[in-house]
């Protein structure tokens, strides 16, 4: 029995030591897998692009000229981007410009008189550069701008957002996209115009034309300087007012403000003020004469002067007329038109 346990034992190990060799061999022959390599690049850094500085504003700068001209001379300013402009009249044949915290600029002489050789017409532009206010340009810029010129002067002016006041001149020429005019003691001739601002005229004679987009026209002890100046106002979102306006043409429009007048009826004129979504007032002597028609929708029509009726039609309906006279043998014509507002003539006080 010990000799068979021992026969069994020894054959145990006989088996596990083949078994053994064998795998062992069979490890020698299938060489294990190799694993691919995996190549690992640095990261990359993190490269900063410096970004270019911002060129500062140009800075402006305080800059004055003056220049010897004719007595009758024309000024032509033909773009002024921004600023406070001042242009006034003075005893001196000579033109000084004076610009604040703003750019340089130039005269030129387009014109000179054949009699005394002066300039009789001159161009004020700013020299071309990079300024704050936009690239390369011909614009005069300036916190503050102003110009003194012979009170016999004509001056045509262009600009963008400038306010303006012009001062004791002969004549006067202003169209701006934004900001507002004051005109005063111009002595020949207005022709103004305002995108977005309101328009003010005092003192002054001539053919008057103001025009403003949406803004107020206000008209203070105008006339006309020579017989039959006209006189014209009109702006679409704004009220015109006048005050003793002796020109005997008018020629009134808003089309959502109110139209203001006090003022004589002069023999003659013609009178016509016109809006449509607003309210007409006449404040005239009591004793005018003229020939009066008021046309009118939703609103009323109330005249304290008495009215000799010719024609009336104010039954229902979206137009009504009255037409008569004011007076006896006024030959000056009064027209007065509202689609949606009131009309009212009262008599003027002395």
Same mark, same amino acid.
Request: proline share 7%; net charge positive.
């Given at each position: 029995?010990?000799?068979?346990?021992?026969?069994?034992?020894?054959?145990i190990t006989i088996?596990?030591?083949?078994?053994?060799?064998?795998?062992?061999?069979?490890?020698?022959?299938?060489?294990?897998?190799?694993?691919?390599? &995996?190549?690992?690049?640095?990261?990359?850094?993190?490269?900063?692009?410096?970004?270019?500085?911002?060129?500062?504003?140009?800075?402006?700068?305080?800059?004055?000229?003056?220049?010897k001209v004719d007595?009758?001379?024309?000024?032509?300013?033909?773009?002024?981007?921004?600023?406070?402009?001042?242009?006034?009249?003075?005893?001196?044949?000579?033109?000084?410009?004076?610009?604040?915290?703003?750019?340089?600029?130039?005269?030129?002489?387009?014109?000179?008189?054949?009699?005394?050789?002066?300039?009789?017409?001159?161009?004020?532009?700013?020299?071309?550069?990079?300024?704050?206010?936009?690239?390369?340009?011909?614009?005069?810029?300036?916190?503050?701008?102003?110009?003194?010129?012979?009170?016999?002067?004509?001056?045509?002016?262009?600009?963008?957002?400038?306010?303006?006041? &012009?001062?004791?001149?002969?004549?006067?020429?202003?169209?701006?996209?934004?900001?507002? &005019?004051?005109?005063?003691?111009?002595?020949?001739?207005?022709?103004?115009?305002a995108g977005q601002?309101?328009?003010?005229?005092?003192?002054?004679?001539?053919?008057?034309?103001?025009?403003?987009?949406?803004?107020?026209?206000?008209?203070?002890?105008?006339?006309?300087?020579?017989?039959?100046?006209?006189?014209?106002?009109?702006?679409?979102?704004?009220?015109?007012?006048?005050?003793?306006?002796?020109?005997?043409?008018?020629?009134?429009?808003?089309?959502?403000?109110?139209?203001?007048?006090?003022?004589?009826?002069?023999? *003659?004129?013609?009178?016509?003020?016109?809006?449509?979504? *607003?309210?007409?007032?006449?404040?005239?002597?009591?004793?005018?004469?003229?020939?009066?028609?008021?046309?009118?929708?939703?609103?009323?029509?109330?005249?304290?002067?008495?009215?000799?009726?010719?024609?009336?039609?104010?039954?229902?309906?979206?137009?009504?007329?009255?037409?008569?006279?004011? *007076?006896?043998?006024?030959?000056?014509?009064?027209?007065?038109?509202?689609?949606?507002?009131?009309?009212?003539?009262?008599?003027?006080?002395?």
């Amino acid at each position: 029995m010990k000799k068979f346990i021992e026969i069994t034992y020894r054959g145990i190990t006989i088996a596990v030591i083949c078994l053994t060799a064998s795998i062992a061999g069979l490890a020698q022959a299938t060489p294990p897998p190799v694993r691919p390599k &995996i190549e690992v690049k640095p990261p990359t850094p993190h490269v900063v692009i410096p970004r270019k500085p911002a060129m500062p504003a140009s800075p402006g700068e305080n800059s004055e000229k003056s220049i010897k001209v004719d007595r009758d001379v024309n000024i032509t300013l033909p773009c002024i981007s921004r600023g406070s402009l001042k242009v006034t009249g003075w005893n001196r044949n000579e033109v000084r410009v004076f610009v604040d915290n703003g750019n340089k600029f130039n005269f030129t002489v387009s014109e000179k008189s054949p009699s005394t050789g002066e300039p009789v017409w001159i161009k004020i532009s700013g020299v071309p550069g990079r300024v704050r206010y936009g690239p390369m340009s011909e614009c005069l810029w300036g916190e503050d701008i102003e110009i003194d010129v012979p009170v016999n002067a004509s001056v045509s002016i262009k600009g963008q957002d400038i306010t303006s006041r &012009i001062d004791s001149i002969r004549k006067a020429e202003i169209k701006v996209v934004g900001g507002n &005019i004051v005109l005063r003691n111009i002595a020949n001739g207005i022709a103004a115009y305002a995108g977005q601002g309101d328009i003010t005229v005092e003192s002054s004679k001539g053919s008057i034309s103001l025009e403003s987009t949406t803004g107020n026209i206000l008209v203070f002890d105008a006339g006309p300087s020579d017989i039959g100046d006209p006189f014209r106002a009109k702006t679409n979102g704004g009220a015109i007012s006048l005050q003793t306006v002796d020109h005997r043409q008018l020629d009134v429009s808003s089309i959502s403000g109110s139209v203001t007048y006090s003022g004589n009826i002069r023999s *003659g004129g013609s009178y016509n003020l016109r809006t449509l979504q *607003g309210s007409i007032r006449m404040a005239i002597p009591e004793k005018s004469a003229s020939k009066i028609s008021a046309t009118y929708g939703f609103g009323t029509f109330r005249s304290e002067i008495p009215i000799n009726i010719s024609t009336e039609n104010i039954s229902e309906g979206p137009v009504k007329i009255v037409g008569g006279s004011l *007076g006896v043998g006024g030959d000056a014509i009064i027209r007065l038109s509202s689609n949606n507002g009131s009309i009212t003539i009262s008599k003027k006080k002395p």
